[in-house]
């Protein structure tokens, strides 16, 4: 099956710094989507973006899709940025299932 | 205004047991899913059901069994409860390629 591998695996950063995120995945795809994971366990969906550029405030992501990864970016971070980013695939062919990375864990410290 | 809602929040039971965590969503759509989130964080679908068809249904042992009354509703019941079980379920669902997630449950057996 499809591989997704998430990078790094824990990053500390202060309150103000910039990151990036990074996604790699094995195989062609056809949903690619970030996800932030809080402290307290709610999964909240960032980005749908299988192929491009888009941004949401200090948010962005970038999907190279012929070279089968994704970028996401976080500006100016701050402490509730802390949590663990997901990328989360979906394979060509229609379907439903999303393979999870094994995440991210993001601390922000003040 | 909740989105997706998953009932109960959290779940302390006996091994052995049988269990079932119900979840709604209001958004209209015609897909909904179960993950697990294991202790390492690692997200991975159980259960996938369209228009309350099931079309996904990856290798979880058969005492787990969904059931969908309507495209508003997935339930999971479980039966003869076991220490792997322990874990943080999540109910999610889409219209097209986005996903949403229910605030989860965790679920913890002893």
């Known amino acids: 099956g499809i591989q997704v591998e998430q990078s790094p695996p824990d990053l500390i950063l202060q309150e103000g710094a910039n990151s990036t995120l990074r996604c790699n995945f094995s195989?062609?795809?056809?949903?690619l989507q970030w996800f932030h994971q809080n402290p307290w366990g709610q999964l909240i969906n960032l980005f749908y973006?299988?192929?491009g550029t888009k941004q949401n405030g200090r948010l962005s992501a970038t999907t190279v899709a012929t070279e089968r990864y994704s970028l996401l970016y976080i500006s100016s971070s701050q402490t509730t940025d802390s949590g663990v980013y997901f990328c989360?695939?979906?394979?060509?062919?229609?379907?439903?299932?999303?393979?999870f990375g094994k995440g991210t864990k993001l601390t922000v410290n003040p | 205004d909740t989105a997706v809602s998953q009932t109960p929040k959290y779940l302390v039971t006996q091994m052995g047991n049988d269990k079932s965590i119900k979840c709604e969503q209001n958004?209209?759509?015609?897909?909904m899913y179960w993950y697990k989130q294991d202790s390492k964080k690692f997200l991975k679908i159980m259960f996938s059901?369209?228009?309350?068809?099931?079309?996904i249904n990856e290798t979880v042992p058969n005492r787990f069994s969904p059931k969908s009354p309507d495209k508003a509703h997935l339930n999971l019941h479980i039966n003869s409860l076991e220490l792997g079980d322990s874990a943080v379920y999540f109910c999610?669902?889409?219209?097209?390629?986005?996903?949403?997630f229910g605030p989860g449950t965790r679920l913890l057996v002893l």
């Open positions: 999610a669902s889409s219209l097209g390629l986005g996903r949403y």
């Open positions: 195989d062609s795809v056809n949903n």
């Open positions: 973006i299988p192929s």
């Open positions: 989360a695939v979906g394979i060509q062919g229609g379907s439903e299932k999303l393979v």
């Open positions: 958004l209209g759509h015609d897909t």
């Open positions: 059901y369209n228009n309350k068809e099931l079309i």
